[in-house]
C-alpha cells in the first residue's frame, strides 16, 4: 500500500540535542512539506521541497534543517537553536496535477523536550 | 501574509444537535478551500471547494464556498459521538516556483456528548 510513513511516534529529546525526524513515501509524490502543530495553533509550514536536491524554507522554519537527497525521503533535524520543539510535526506530500486532493499526510511524531 | 481563521475554535454539544463551522480567509492567490478532520494524528480529507456556492455533501456533512465573501462553512447534522475531533480547514495558495502549499486555520475542536 502505498503511504507516508513518519517515524518515530514518539520522541524525547534532551535540552541542547539535535534530533532528526524521518518522513518515506512510496507515492512518487515530487512534491513533499513539514509541518509543526501545538495545541491551539493549527498546521505551520517549517519548510517545503519540490523537487530532489531542491528545498525552501516555510513560515517558520528558524532552528530546523531538511535534505532532500532522495524523491522518497525528506528527514527534519530539529536543532539546539529551536527554542520551544516541543510539538507533533506532520509530514506531508503532494501529487502534481491533482489539486488540493492530492495532499496526502503522515500520522506524525510527537517530539517532547525533557 | 496569507490567513486562514476559523471560529468558533471550540465547541461542545449533545448528540443529535447540528453544527456550522466557519472558516474565513485572505491568501494572494487563490486555489481551492479544503477541510480536514483530525483525530490526534493525521488529518483525513472531508472537502475540497473551488467554486462558488455550489454545495459539496457527504452523508451528514456538507459545506459550501462563497469566493466573494472569501468564506466557507461546515455544516454536520445529526451530530454523533463519532464526530468529536478538531476539524481543520485550509487554502491551497501558490508558492514561489510553481508549487503550492496549504495555510491552515487553528481548527475548531468539536465535542459531541452522548
Known amino acids: 500500500d502505498g503511504g507516508i510513513t513518519q517515524s518515530p511516534k514518539y520522541l524525547f529529546r534532551k535540552e541542547g540535542q539535535n534530533v532528526t525526524l524521518s518522513c518515506e513515501q512510496n507515492l512518487n509524490h515530487d512534491a513533499m512539506y513539514w509541518y509543526r502543530q501545538d495545541p491551539g495553533q493549527g498546521l505551520r509550514l517549517i519548510y517545503y521541497?519540490?523537487?530532489?536536491?531542491?528545498?525552501q524554507k516555510g513560515d517558520i522554519a528558524e532552528g530546523y534543517s531538511v535534505s532532500r537527497e532522495k524523491k522518497e525521503s525528506f528527514p527534519l533535524t530539529v536543532t539546539s537553536a529551536q527554542k520551544n520543539p516541543t510539538a507533533f510535526y506532520l509530514c506531508?506530500?503532494?501529487?502534481?496535477?491533482?489539486?488540493?486532493?492530492?495532499?496526502?499526510f503522515g500520522s506524525g511524531t510527537r517530539l517532547t523536550v525533557v | 501574509e496569507d490567513k486562514v481563521v476559523q471560529s468558533p475554535l471550540s465547541l461542545v454539544v449533545h448528540e443529535g444537535d447540528t453544527v456550522t463551522l466557519n472558516c474565513s480567509y485572505e491568501v494572494t492567490n487563490f486555489r481551492s478551500l479544503l477541510w480536514y478532520k483530525q483525530e490526534k494524528k493525521a488529518p483525513t480529507f472531508l472537502f475540497m471547494l473551488t467554486s462558488s456556492g455550489i454545495e459539496k455533501k457527504s452523508g451528514r456533512l456538507s459545506s459550501i464556498l462563497d469566493k466573494k465573501e472569501l468564506f466557507s462553512i461546515l455544516n454536520i447534522t445529526a451530530t454523533q459521538t463519532g464526530d468529536s475531533a478538531v476539524y481543520l480547514c485550509?487554502?491551497?495558495?501558490?508558492?514561489?516556483?510553481?508549487?503550492?502549499?496549504?495555510?491552515f486555520g487553528k481548527g475548531t475542536k468539536l465535542t459531541v456528548n452522548p
Open positions: 521541497s519540490q523537487i530532489v536536491n531542491d528545498f
Open positions: 506531508a506530500s503532494k501529487r502534481s496535477g491533482q489539486g488540493g486532493y492530492g495532499y496526502t
Open positions: 485550509a487554502v491551497e495558495s501558490d508558492l514561489w516556483g510553481g508549487s503550492e502549499k496549504l495555510v
